[in-house]
């Protein structure tokens, strides 16, 4: 934005030191360019984020969007801007910190307890005796083959735990809380056949 070269010119002109007649043409280009990077250097220095970007690097850091490092410019997209929250303050007013309130919405079905999700499922009778295998779709939309050890038998109310499949821990976003499948059994088929047959299942 050199528009101390072209207004110098201007006003040597209207000073009478260069020839108004032999330079209106070149004189008239001039002040328009004058007005175009004086409208310029008004949206720079009136919008804070320009103005930060054209003091860190240079004026080709604002046509390219973004600045850059190491000598040169980069072509980064810009993250979008949200909207400004003005908030008028009283003389004498002690700033306050601004508290962020986050509501937690309800899965239907993974519950949060600390780190740790837990979620339900039922086995049947047979696959409580003989052994059990399902898919769990995690939150994140992963399939896990969830299944028993050889020779275990599901007990009513038993919590089967899957290691690191829980949330991430606090400050720790590498380490992960436990996943809990509470497993319940469906007894009906033993009531059903006492009813049919009159004996025990």
Do not use: W
Not at 105 to 131: N, Q, R
Request: proline share 4%; charged share 25%; net charge negative.
């Amino acid at each position: 934005m050199d528009v101390e070269h072209d207004s110098s010119i201007v006003a040597l002109v209207v000073a009478g030191l260069v020839s108004k007649r032999e330079k209106l043409p070149e004189i008239q280009l001039l002040v328009l360019r004058l007005f175009i990077q004086l409208a310029q250097a008004y949206e720079v220095l009136s919008d804070l984020e320009k103005r930060e970007i054209y003091d860190q690097y240079d004026e080709d850091a604002l046509k390219e969007g973004t600045g850059g490092g190491d000598g040169g410019s980069s072509r980064g997209t810009r993250q979008r801007r949200g909207e400004d929250v003005i908030h008028p303050l009283k003389p004498e007013t002690i700033t306050g910190d601004i508290v962020f309130v986050l509501q937690q919405k309800e899965h239907p079905k993974f519950k949060l307890m600390g780190d740790d999700l837990f979620v339900e499922h039922t086995l049947t009778l047979a696959e409580a005796i003989c052994g059990f295998q399902f898919i769990l779709t995690h939150l994140n939309n992963r399939k896990l083959l969830i299944k028993s050890q050889p020779v275990e038998i599901a007990k009513p109310d038993q919590f089967k735990a899957i290691n690191d499949e829980g949330m991430p821990m606090y400050q720790r976003p590498f380490m992960r809380g436990e996943l809990y499948i509470h497993l319940t059994i469906d007894f009906r088929v033993i009531v059903i056949c006492y009813l049919i047959i009159g004996v025990d299942y």
